[in-house]
């Protein structure tokens, strides 16, 4: 193969992506003087990424595989643009030969590694075959190509339960499960491959020994077309969720200097044995004592930023160098560690529904400024809306600081200072976790989230003193912004007025729970607050995004959204989501009925799981969606009988749609 055509210089770089990604490859790409080119789909006509490159192509659909999935548009959007190269970001069709090979029939340099390399390491039975041979230690598995359900049930019994089922194309968790006896290995299967399928157009299926208690740990590696090839550290990837990571960090703080060098050498030996080319990483398993091979992505990771903090390097700046031919800056002796870096991925999700993702528009986006050490990589702006069709995650915070400990500081005041609203989002699960005193001792494993998720999704504490003040200081100051608008006029001082006294009441509550009652007494002399027999002097001076609060000497600092008669704030005891009482009354609520099976989300019905008729008890699977790319089972609410199943398999529904009806059992 002519290497002129693998790798050369270009000017025009189409990213074949969306979302956090496609920003992230773009604001290098055109710091490096490159003309940027991306590609959207019908419902991310007003996304971020497609503002911020120079040029922007519609390629179909809402759904990926219409759209982002679909290689000829991909190629159709270069062809139009004079696009000479692609980035494939991760995710899509970033780990797919066929993409990379119509790259380079179609005369486009493919930034990643070759097809070749691709179909040899991307596969993670392939590598496994691979690496076999290179006498790279394995977890005990199998990756044959024949998928028969006879074939993978043989060779789980010979592996023996529990083990994991796992798509051999992708990653982030689909098309994976952990199977623990043989009665769950079939439909575990049905519903990975379904899964694969839907994420990546590939099915096929490994299956390995799952090991207990593990820890996950992976070194990102690049080479270029002169044959050098560098490890760039390792990261601890271990607290994940559903088999995806939600925090990363760089360096691991469990390898020891030694160690670090040995995982480092078989991830270069690894990758040397296809010479690759390319940002990519090599991933490993560790069960305390031993470190097994498990899979190499021939991407960039989504956790990329850690490495990049430690090391000063900028990946994507590299993944570009190579395409055009160039070797790498620097050797493997120059490449320094510095310090610590430690990443949160932000998604749009409920944890307190076990993590059921989240729609919708974005009312308010306010992150902290990316100084002191902080940097956040994000997808998504106020005023953008995020749909069911792709993956949740809208940004990754980031930092970097001397120590360990004082990066998870860093990195939870950031989080605690980040308010978006509109959709539910898990910052504040992230805050509990990297906060965890197991998870700042290292105390981990893979499972960790789960044994933990009860305390980790303890709902905030009722609102106190404080922020039923802060309530009424965001009512009365919002009131007079919209009435006044300038700053200066005497209604920013609470109710304002030449003579006399007045009382303004107030009532609030959280969720269904009682109301909780409080006075504004202001005019001619200074404002104070009544609750209960408590009379509180306070003032209160505006300020972007919030306010400080002045209660009995103690200023706070207080944010707050207001949306109708739904408030947010944050104090310094958390965050609190409070339902301002209709002064007037006219409240009305609408209640689904627990007997009713509704969709969560916008999705499309996978399985029907049972019939009308069944006997079921709680808990027992119904029907199967897929939201974001992500399986979500319903389940009966209680024991009954099945009613009515009111969809089918393919069938595509709306938040709130009525799926099937469960009649409770008279016991």
Known sequence: MDRSKLYRRFRTLLIANRGEIACRVIRTARAMGLRTVAVYSEADRDATHVALADE?????????????????????????????????????????????????????????????????????????????????????GYHGEAQDDATLAKAADKIGFPILVKASAGGGGRGMRIVRSA?????????????????????RMLIERYVDNPRHIEVQIIGDSHGNLLSLFERECTLQRRHQKVIEEAPSPTLSPAQREIVCAAARKAAGAVNYVGAGTIEFVSDGKDVFFIEMNTRLQVEHPVTELITGIDLVEWQLRVAFGEALPLKQDEIKLNGHAVEARVYAENPTKNFMPSVGRIS?????????????????????????????????????????????????????????????????????????PKVRANAIDTGFIERELAALTQTASAPGELELCAAVAAIVNDEERATQGEASSPWQTFGWMPVGRRQRSFAFRVGHGPEQKITLNYGSGPSTLVIGERELAFAVVPKDAGFDLTLDGVKSSVAAVIDGHELYLRTRNGRFDLHWVDPFGGESEEHVGEDKIVAPL??????????????????????????????????????????????????????????????????
């Open 602 to 667: 916008p999705g499309t019905v996978v399985a029907v799981l049972a019939e009308e008729g069944a006997k079921l008890e709680k808990g027992a699977p119904i029907l199967t969606l897929e939201v974001m790319k992500m399986e979500q089972t319903l389940r009966a609410p209680f024991a009954g009988v099945l009613k009515t199943v009111k969809c089918k398999v393919g069938d595509i529904v709306q938040e709130g749609v009525e799926l099937a009806v469960v009649e409770p059992s008279e016991e």
């Open 183 to 203: 009665a769950e290995l079939a439909p575990a299967i049905v519903s990975a491959k379904r899964e694969a399928k839907a994420a990546f157009g590939d099915d």
């Open 364 to 436: 308010t986006w306010r992150l902290p400024a990316e100084t002191g050490g902080l940097r956040i990589d994000a997808g998504y702006r106020e005023g953008d809306s995020v749909s069911p069709y792709y993956d949740a995650m809208l940004a990754k915070m980031i930092a970097w600081a001397p120590t360990r400990d004082v990066a998870i500081d860093r990195l939870n005041r950031a989080l605690e200072d980040s308010d978006v609203r509109g959709i539910v989002t898990n910052i504040p699960f992230l805050s509990a976790l990297i906060t965890h």
């Open 56 to 140: 922007a192509v519609l390629i179909g659909p809402a759904r990926a595989r219409d759209s982002y999935l679909n290689v000829e548009r991909l190629i159709e959007a270069a062809r139009k643009t004079g696009a000479e190269a692609v980035h494939p970001g991760y995710g899509f069709l970033s780990e797919n030969a066929e993409f990379a090979r119509a790259c380079f029939d179609a005369g486009l340099v493919f930034v990643g590694p070759t097809a070749g390399m691709m179909t040899a390491m991307g596969s993670k039975s392939g590598s496994k075959a691979l690496m076999e041979k290179a006498g790279v230690p394995l977890v005990p």
